[in-house]
């Protein structure tokens, strides 16, 4: 109400700014106190005197202007005709005003007062009319991009403190010099002149219609641009009421409007309103609220009605983290533009959909956890392969740590997990000096820990103690491959990495244990001299049918990572193939020359290689594989 009170008294007032506010008015060494002269009673004031000269003066300029008294007048701008005529009906109005306030000193019910008003009343309406005009005629060249191109807001108030005298105007458009487009010049033209007919009017007591004139066609502008970046003033019903694909496309919208808004729309209506009402910070700070308030305020309580309505889950985190970052990145930039008392609502809805977001981001992340703990399936997966469980946690949790700095915001106030509930080897987990904060870095620790406890869980539904250690090495090298890629990397750090990395190797050694060991030992660790060639048929046989029975059940394998996959095949034929070439070599002419010789030498040392070789690429498409309850990949 303060600042409303404020503009009548500006608005209303019949003195306007001082000659200090006036860079364009004339000298004013005329208008000195009445009391350094002396009258006769047979010769006219000083101050009539000067009011005389100045109707002269005026009179025939104001009236030539008139749209009421000629045609050339109605249809013609001023501006537009002459720059260099509209600066000289500028000063006569200085003039005249100057020259109505000194006489009204001496006698304030003079008819030359009563006849400098009517003229004066009637140079206001032409610039009344100019001003509509130059801002209605220009709206192409005095949008908020050619204005941000044009200029930036410090730059327009540092570059115009320079200029205050009578010819401020041509120096701006100059001051641009013969680089600048067309665009820019015509812009860089209007803007001056907006700016000098609001400083007359003001001066003149005139501000109430200049300012009236101005946020009616700029706030319009505003509106429209908000209306035509996609963003729509939407009621909490509505939202509530939406189906999320829609709520989403909306969103979308919004991301890209708000970076339009911030850095175009309302920063180049901030340089405008700078320009056109510099001498005056009151109207400068009104005109800039009144038109910009209802445009913010639609596109700045959207996030705000998005946290409060939508239904929390999961999935819908990762729109609400893209809202929460365009929020704080453009922070700085919307506090500046937004700077005054009198935009303080504008802050506060901003601040307010900060903090709403980050409520329900918070609920989203406690719901994937308690989603995550109460995942029950038992399941196994065929041939020891990737769980579907741990390919969409993973690329959840790679997807959160790319809002890892936010988020560092975000869960900066929520209890981190306690630290009885993780293992020693957690502890330290980021051992860089440039890794966020070790708050965040447990989190995403915690959370790969409750997903590996849940592994641990289903490997147990293995029948075969071979297959849960692969299903386990499968995973864990999964987990670690996609740590290794993203930004949990820098998260967790390189001492997670690594001790992650010797359990994998741990694992598939396990594995290959278990589920090869009774192959490997049914060759001779050491032969005697001299072997009965029924022992060695006997040792043949028992290498057939160990080898075609771990093929057999082996072969529905599959390791997905190659790397992990090639470690395992050389493993194992490391330990197989070399004992049995050498008892092949050693023996095969002795079974050879014997009847039924194929049933008991089945396998070459290549017939066991090749088949070695085609190990673990397995039956399995995981694509196939049934989905978690939430899927981040679709999320994108």
Same mark, same amino acid.
């Given at each position: ?25 004339? !000298? ?16 006219? !004031? &000083?101050?009539? $005197? ?11 300029? %104001?009236?030539? /202007? ?5 045609? &050339? ?69 005095? #949008? ?91 009621? @909490? ?6 189906? /999320? ?25 901030? %340089? ?23 445009? $913010?305020? %639609? ?31 453009? /922070? ?13 609502? =504008? ?7 900060? #903090? ?13 956890? =308690? ?5 029950? @399936? ?54 860089? +000096? ?6 965040? @870095? ?18 147990? +539904? ?33 001492? /997670? ?41 006997? %040792? ?20 997905? #990572? ?64 049934? $989905? ?9």
């Amino acid at each position: 109400m303060a600042r409303r009170i404020g503009m009548r008294e500006i608005c209303c007032s019949p003195k306007g700014s001082s000659k200090s506010d006036t860079p364009n008015s004339p !000298s004013t060494s005329l208008f000195s106190s009445p009391s350094r002269f002396s009258f006769s009673p047979s010769r006219p !004031s &000083f101050s009539a $005197s000067v009011m005389n000269r100045s109707l002269e003066m005026a009179e025939p300029m %104001i009236m030539k /202007w008139d749209p009421n008294t000629t045609t &050339f007048a109605k249809v013609t701008s001023l501006f537009y005709e002459n720059r260099r005529e509209a600066k000289d009906f500028i000063k006569c109005v200085y003039n005249l005003q100057k020259a109505m306030h000194f006489h009204s000193m001496e006698n304030s019910k003079s008819d030359k007062l009563v006849r400098a008003q009517s003229l004066m009343q009637v140079a206001v309406k032409r610039l009344q009319k100019e001003f509509y005009q130059i801002l209605s005629m220009n709206r192409a060249y005095l #949008d908020p991009e050619s204005i941000t191109t044009v200029s930036s807001r410090t730059s327009t108030r540092s570059s115009l403190s320079e200029f205050e005298d009578e010819e401020d105007d041509d120096r701006i458009v100059a001051v641009a010099g013969e680089s600048i487009s067309e665009v820019e010049d015509v812009s860089n033209v209007a803007m001056a002149d907006l700016k000098l007919i609001a400083e007359c009017m003001i001066s003149s007591g005139y501000a109430k219609e200049c300012v009236k004139i101005y946020n009616v066609i700029r706030k319009s502008i505003i509106d429209e641009a908000i209306y035509k970046l996609g963003v729509e003033k939407l009621s @909490s019903s509505q939202v509530h009421k939406m189906d /999320w694909e829609v709520l989403e496309l909306k969103i979308k919208d919004w991301l890209r409007a708000v970076d339009v808004a911030v850095k175009i729309l309302f920063n180049g209506e901030r %340089i405008l309103c700078d320009h056109v009402f510099l001498s005056n910070d009151s109207i400068r700070e009104s005109c800039f609220t009144e038109i910009s308030k209802d445009g $913010s305020m %639609i596109l700045f309580t959207f996030p705000e009605i998005v946290a409060k309505n939508c239904k929390k889950s999961p999935e819908k985190v990762f729109r609400l983290l893209d809202m929460y970052t365009a929020i704080v990145e453009h /922070w700085p930039e919307i506090e500046a533009i937004f700077s005054s008392d009198s935009e303080s609502i =504008t802050r506060s809805q901003v601040l307010t959909s900060h #903090d709403k977001l980050g409520e329900s981001i918070r609920t989203g992340l406690t719901e994937f956890e =308690t989603v995550l703990q109460k995942e029950s @399936s038992k399941t196994p997966i065929a041939g020891g392969g990737i769980h579907y469980l741990t390919i969409d946690v993973m690329d959840y949790i790679t997807l959160l740590a790319d809002y890892s700095s936010v988020l560092s915001d975000i869960l900066a106030e929520s209890p981190p997990p306690a630290k009885g509930s993780l293992p020693e080897s957690y502890f330290g987990i980021a051992d860089s +000096h440039e890794s966020p904060a070790p708050a965040i @870095s447990l989190r995403f620790a915690w959370l790969i820990l409750i997903l590996l406890c849940k592994l641990d869980g289903k490997a147990k +539904h293995y029948k075969d103690s071979s297959f849960a250690y692969l299903f386990l090495a499968n995973n864990l090298r999964y987990i670690s491959i996609k740590v290794r890629s993203s930004n949990l990397k820098y998260l967790l750090g390189e001492n /997670w990495l690594s001790k992650h990395e010797v359990k994998v190797k741990k694992f598939a050694s396990n594995y290959e244990r278990l589920g090869w060991s009774h192959v490997i030992e049914s060759l001779p660790s050491q032969e005697p001299p001299s072997m009965a060639s029924q022992q060695v048929k006997e %040792i043949f046989k028992r290498f057939n049918s160990s080898f075609e029975q771990a093929y057999q059940k082996h072969s529905m394998c599959v390791v997905t #990572d190659s790397n992990l996959r090639d470690d395992l095949k050389i493993s194992i034929a490391e330990k197989i193939l070399p004992a049995y070439r050498e008892f092949y070599d050693k023996h095969k002419n002795t079974i050879v020359r014997e009847r039924h010789s194929a049933h008991v030498v089945k396998f070459s040392p290549e017939n066991v290689e090749n088949q070695l070789s085609d190990l673990f690429f397995g039956p399995i498409n995981l694509e196939s594989c049934l $989905s978690f309850e939430f899927s981040p990949l679709r999320l994108r």
